[in-house]
Structure formats: structure tokens, C-alpha cells
């Protein structure tokens, strides 16, 4: 693996804003535009090893990644090692014209690899085309909106699936949507989206909140199995992500007391940060959800070689609400008001500083793509294998939280 390379993800949404997969691209420090074949070979043999076990298979399940190919990458031997069904290979138009480079994706085709083709112009290209890819990446010009979408009509009559890149606006994604595309890949579901249903905190996260806040003053335990006992669906819930592999518990814990017997208060505090987040009736929710876990989880692992056990817990926590304005849909200083937490995680919420603030900010930058991947983790004296390592295990971790 390259020593130097950190991967940026972003994330690949259904029409529905839920997350179907991811593209994950390598970032050189040193900003270099064209990386070599051994750069991109070296990601996929990375992400093969972080992301595929020999009993389990794929540990993203349904998940699908695209990711930057060059012609000379098709016959690498670090592209077998990934599941043919999960894996897209993106494309430039002019890698098509060589012979030897179609005969190479006739192949990986049969074999159950998706190829996208990008930087097409869509108006003029030849359906021959067709057969030899499952996808193509698409860019609404709001100029040339009707001509659009008579082409985006025609694609949808081939099994060629349209993927957005870089929506400009909710608006640009609802009318990609209306026309028909299949995936979008871009930052914009981290842009505010104004949703008129979501009125400040519903019943399950005021209560959810207030169990929050006894804990935070060592409440007794039965006064905290009253509150959880109002409401059915929330204490199933709890239960059921305190058994889930996330913690590791080698008996089922069958109650809040059996829990905090076994855990104490602090891991509640955790699990009950992303109760707070799913208990959210945002209509953005969904990718918004998987991404505040992932960067909770991120910035935990980040900081777990450095820190005690609790500290770390923290950053899950600075990480999960580090969204959770824009999942319930208020502003980030009335979710401070609306519970007291320790100044270390508000000072990283606030201004991104303080012992968590870099943490959190990489795993920020890692999902930005921002340049500022390299200095933050220099800073922390975190190598890029770590940091890449930790990045995989959080969309792994994050994916199995997702489907309790």
C-alpha cells in the first residue's frame, strides 16, 4: 500500500437520498492530479483487504464502490480480490478507443464488474457504447435543461444507469430524480435542506435527551428504567445496538440495569447520542444518519491509541453531533442548550478545537476531500495507514449499526 495516500470518500445516494455505496478516491499530499497505475492498483488491494473477509465476504453487504480506474488497471491482480457485483470502475470517454482496453472491459463485464463511463458527451454518444458499461456519469446543465432531458429519456431505455456527480442544488437533485437518474455522488446532502416537517425535537428525542441528562448527574438507575419504560420501541432499540457487535458483550444484556451492571453509565451516554440521531423524522435523514455514525466511529478510532477509554467515547459523541443540527433540523446553539455536555466535545462542536477538535476535523476532511487531510493527521501523529484503516473500519462499523 502506499505510504503517503489517504482515501476520501463521498457518498453514492438512491433517489431517495439513501446510501447506496461510495466513491473512494485516493488523496496524495502533495496534490497530485494524475496518479499512477501502482497509486490506484495499491487502493484497490487496500480496500480488498480492509473490506473483504475470507469467511464473512463482503463486509459493506449491499454496498457498492466506485472507483478511479486507468486501462492498464483492468488486469490488475489487486481488482480480483473485490466482489465483482460491488465494484464500479470509472472510466474516461477517451479510454475507450483502444481495442485492447475494450477487449479488457468485455471481460471484466462478463465477470460481474460494473464499468462507468465519465466526461461523455451525452447527446452524441454512439449506443454501441452501451453494452460495454452499466453506468455513466451524467452533469445537469439548468441551461439546457429540455434537451437534457430527451437524452436522459432515451438512456433510460438501455440498462445503463445515470449517476449525478456533483448535484449543484436540491433542486438540480429533485429534478435529476424526476428525470429518471439512478445514483448521485457528491457533498451536497452536507448543504442544509429546508424540510417544513421537522419543527424542533419530537417526543422520543426530548425523552431520549432527558435520560441523556441523568446520566450526566448519575441519576439512579430506576428512575432511569422509568423513563425508558414510556416508551417501548426506544428501550428495544437501546437494547438492541448495547448487544449488538459494537460492543463485543459475551452475555445478552436484557435490561438497562442488567446494562449498566455489566457497562456503568458512560457507554450509555454513546449509544444513546445515536438514539437521538435515528429517533430524527428529517426527510434527509438517511444519508445524513450513516454519515454523523461514521464520523463519530472515525474520530473514535482516530483517538483511541491516544486516549483513555472514555475520552474516546467523547469523540463518538463530538462526531454524532457534529450533524445533529442538521438532523433534527434546529440550529447547532439550541442543541447545546438543549443538553449539557463536556467542554472538550463543545469546544470541537464549536470551533473544532480543543483536545477533540482535530480529530473530528479530520474525519471531516476525509469525507471533504479537503487538502488539509495530510497536516491534520501529521499533526496528530496519525500515519495514513492508520488513518485509512480507521476510515474503512467506520463504513464497515457504521453499516452494521445501520441495518439493527
Not at 440498462?159 to 456533483?166: D, E, H
Amino acid at each position: 500500500m502506499n505510504e503517503v495516500n489517504f482515501i476520501v470518500r463521498e457518498p453514492l445516494l438512491d433517489p431517495k437520498q439513501r446510501v447506496i455505496g461510495f466513491q473512494l478516491s485516493w488523496q496524495h499530499p502533495e496534490q497530485v492530479t494524475e496518479l499512477s497505475t501502482a497509486d490506484l492498483s495499491s487502493l484497490m488491494e487496500f480496500v480488498a483487504e480492509q473490506l473483504v473477509d475470507d469467511d464473512t465476504g463482503f463486509l459493506l453487504g449491499e454496498s457498492v464502490l466506485f472507483l478511479d480506474a486507468v486501462p492498464e488497471l483492468l488486469a490488475a491482480d489487486g481488482l480480483k480480490l473485490l466482489p465483482p457485483k460491488n465494484t464500479v470502475l470509472l472510466l474516461s470517454k477517451r479510454d475507450f478507443t483502444s481495442p485492447a482496453t475494450l477487449d479488457a472491459i468485455k471481460e471484466l463485464r462478463q465477470l460481474g464488474y460494473g464499468i462507468c463511463m465519465k466526461g461523455a458527451d451525452l447527446s452524441t454518444l454512439e449506443r454501441s457504447f452501451f453494452s460495454q458499461i452499466s453506468h455513466i456519469e451524467v452533469r445537469l446543465d439548468a441551461g439546457n435543461f429540455a434537451s437534457q432531458a430527451k437524452v436522459y429519456a432515451a438512456l433510460k431505455q438501455s440498462s445503463v444507469k445515470m449517476v449525478s456527480r456533483n448535484a449543484a442544488s436540491w433542486q438540480d437533485f429533485d429534478a435529476c430524480a424526476a428525470l429518471g437518474l439512478d445514483s448521485f455522488v457528491g457533498k451536497l446532502h452536507l448543504m442544509p435542506r429546508p424540510n417544513p416537517a421537522q419543527k424542533g425535537l419530537n417526543s422520543a428525542q426530548t425523552t431520549i435527551l432527558q435520560l441523556m441528562e441523568m446520566i450526566r448527574k448519575n441519576a439512579d438507575i430506576q428512575q432511569l428504567e422509568t423513563v425508558v419504560k414510556r416508551d417501548a420501541a426506544l428501550a428495544y432499540k437501546l437494547l438492541r445496538y448495547i448487544n449488538s457487535a459494537g460492543f463485543g458483550l459475551r452475555t445478552e444484556v436484557q435490561s438497562l440495569k442488567h446494562a449498566v451492571t455489566i457497562l456503568g453509565y458512560s457507554p450509555l451516554y454513546r449509544w444513546l447520542s445515536l438514539l437521538l440521531a435515528t429517533a430524527s423524522t428529517s426527510g434527509n435523514s438517511p444519508v445524513l444518519l450513516e454519515t454523523a455514525i461514521v464520523r463519530g466511529r472515525f474520530a473514535e478510532l482516530l483517538g483511541q491509541p491516544f486516549m483513555s477509554k472514555t475520552e474516546a467515547e467523547n469523540l463518538f459523541i463530538a462526531g454524532m453531533f457534529s450533524l445533529l443540527d442538521r438532523l433534527l433540523g434546529i440550529p447547532m446553539s439550541e442543541v447545546l442548550s438543549s443538553i449539557q455536555l463536556p467542554e472538550a466535545v463543545t469546544e470541537a462542536l464549536v470551533s473544532r478545537s480543543g483536545p477533540y477538535g482535530p480529530y473530528l476535523a479530520l474525519a471531516e476532511a476525509c469525507e471533504l476531500n479537503s487538502m488539509l487531510v495530510g497536516s491534520l493527521a501529521e499533526s496528530l501523529r496519525i500515519s495514513p495507514i492508520d488513518v485509512n484503516k480507521a476510515h474503512l473500519s467506520a463504513l464497515v462499523w457504521a453499516k452494521n449499526i445501520a441495518n439493527l
